[in-house]
Structure formats: structure tokens, C-alpha cells
């Protein structure tokens, strides 16, 4: 299984962006596929979560209202819409995908097998 995520860049404040996560060597129908990101100098942090085969989403905080996960069946992808952009949102975004996450676990990295590569999200103020 590859995760391969796309679609950061350079936003200014207020802005927008749609990442993308597209999945080969398994459908994503039965995963489950959580965003993470990584400020410089930061650990790596939950972001947002998607049981595919339900729809169900769960968001960090600091997200909420901002940011929208779905999945798109037909391209294997799980996409990360981000509205209304803030400087403090700029870090490495990275999907994860795995088989065997539950309610409990599903903001820990350990519950996911699956990684993507990250890719680079900045907010100009």
C-alpha cells in the first residue's frame, strides 16, 4: 500500500487549500485515513480523521469548522480542504492510512500503517 500526498504551496492568510491523499495497492473502502502535520521544530500532531466505509469525521480542535476530510471512491483518494488558512496552520501535512484503527486510537500514528511522504503547507500572515 502507497499513500501519496499532494496539493500544499504557499497560501496567504485567509486562504485556501485542498490536499489530497491518493491511495494505491488497496481500496480505500475499509480504512481509515487520518491527516497529521509537523511544524518546524514541533512534534507531529493529529489533524483530522475519516472511517471511509462510514463517512465518520473527527477533527482537532484548532481545525474545526475550517477544515473538511472526505473520500472520493472513485479516484482512491481521501482529500483535506482548509479554509480560512492562519499562519499558525504552516507544517508538513501528512496522510496515514490503516486497516485496524479504532474510535480510541484514531489520532495516534501508531494506529496507521500506512505514511505518506508529506507535503509542505505555508501560510503567509
Known amino acids: 500500500v502507497q499513500l501519496q500526498a499532494s496539493g500544499g504551496g504557499l497560501v496567504q492568510a485567509g486562504g485556501s487549500l485542498r490536499l489530497s491523499c491518493s491511495v494505491s495497492g488497496r481500496t480505500i473502502r475499509n480504512l481509515s485515513v487520518a491527516w497529521f502535520r509537523q511544524a518546524p521544530g514541533k512534534e507531529r500532531d493529529f489533524v483530522a480523521h475519516?472511517?471511509?466505509?462510514?463517512?465518520?469525521?473527527d477533527y482537532e480542535d484548532s481545525v474545526k469548522g475550517r477544515f473538511t476530510t472526505s473520500r472520493d471512491y472513485a479516484k482512491n483518494t481521501v482529500t483535506l480542504q482548509m479554509n480560512s488558512l492562519r499562519p499558525e496552520d504552516t507544517a508538513v501535512y501528512y496522510c496515514a492510512a490503516g486497516s485496524s484503527v479504532v474510535h480510541s486510537n484514531r489520532a495516534s500514528q501508531t494506529a496507521y500503517a500506512y505514511w505518506g511522504q508529506g507535503t509542505l503547507v505555508t501560510v503567509s500572515s
Open positions: 475519516i472511517k471511509v466505509s462510514s463517512g465518520f469525521t
